[in-house]
């Protein structure tokens, strides 16, 4: 089925580092999303991208939509202790009107 | 504009007992999704409604689950009887486009003892 693997599970930066993460499948997807969770909240649309090769910012957040369609990329620049949160990338399914999310990356931020 | 609303947004329950969660969507959403999450299963679809008709229930786990959406604006999730192992945070998520647009709620947090 169509899965999204997501690494690293978790990362504890320094405040002002730079942070990478990827979210990869076996399938082909149309769309890219990305997801922030905040504790006690439930998740939030960052950033979607639509073609292969896009790449869309957000602030401090950019993203990319890998070539190949089966994987996706998404950095923070001059992380900040707000940063603190689960981090999922998703994508809809081949059929219908659902959302397949990854495991997510739990961020920490040491200030 | 009010987001998506859960409640209650805590329950505890003890195992054997009903629980009801509850959802309102934002005003014109004609999609409506329930997800649980765990730390060993992540972030699950159980079921999503369109136009108030449930249209994919396969993530639904067992018969105790169910769910209903009587009107455009109120979702409920029943688990009778409640068990141990239903103890996740039940989200609730409404579009009003295509599923890359859902909103979701601030998710209502379940323990059954």
């Known amino acids: 089925g169509q899965q999204l693997n997501q690494s690293p599970q978790s990362m504890f930066i320094q405040e002002g580092e730079d942070v990478s993460m990827n979210c990869t499948s076996s399938?082909?997807?149309?769309?890219w999303l990305w997801y922030k969770q905040e504790p006690g909240e439930g998740p939030v649309l960052l950033i979607a991208?639509?073609?292969?090769?896009e790449l869309t910012s957000n602030g401090r957040l950019t993203a990319q939509f890998g070539i190949t369609r089966k994987d996706s990329f998404l950095n923070i620049s001059a992380s900040i202790p707000s940063d603190v949160g689960i981090y999922f990338c998703?994508?809809?399914?081949?059929?219908?009107?659902?959302?397949?999310f990854g495991a997510g990356t739990i961020l920490r931020v040491k200030s | 504009d009010a987001g998506v609303i859960q409640s209650p947004r805590h329950e505890v329950t003890e195992m054997g007992q009903e629980v009801t969660l509850r959802c309102k969507p934002i005003?014109?959403?004609?999609?409506l999704f329930w997800y649980r999450q765990t730390m060993m299963r992540g972030l699950e679809l159980l079921i999503y409604?369109?136009?108030?008709?449930?249209?994919?229930d396969s993530g639904m786990p067992e018969d105790r689950f169910s769910a209903k959406m009587p009107n455009a604006s109120f979702s409920t999730l029943k688990i009778q009887p409640s068990e141990p192992r239903d103890s996740a945070v039940y989200f609730c998520?409404?579009?009003?486009?295509?599923?890359?647009?859902?909103?979701f709620g601030p998710g209502t947090r379940l323990t059954v003892l």
């Open positions: 998520a409404s579009t009003g486009s295509g599923p890359d647009t859902q909103y």
């Open positions: 005003s014109g959403h004609n999609s």
């Open positions: 399938s082909i997807f149309n769309t």
């Open positions: 409604f369109n136009n108030n008709v449930p249209i994919d």
């Open positions: 991208l639509y073609k292969a090769g």
């Open positions: 998703a994508g809809p399914l081949r059929y219908g009107n659902k959302l397949v």
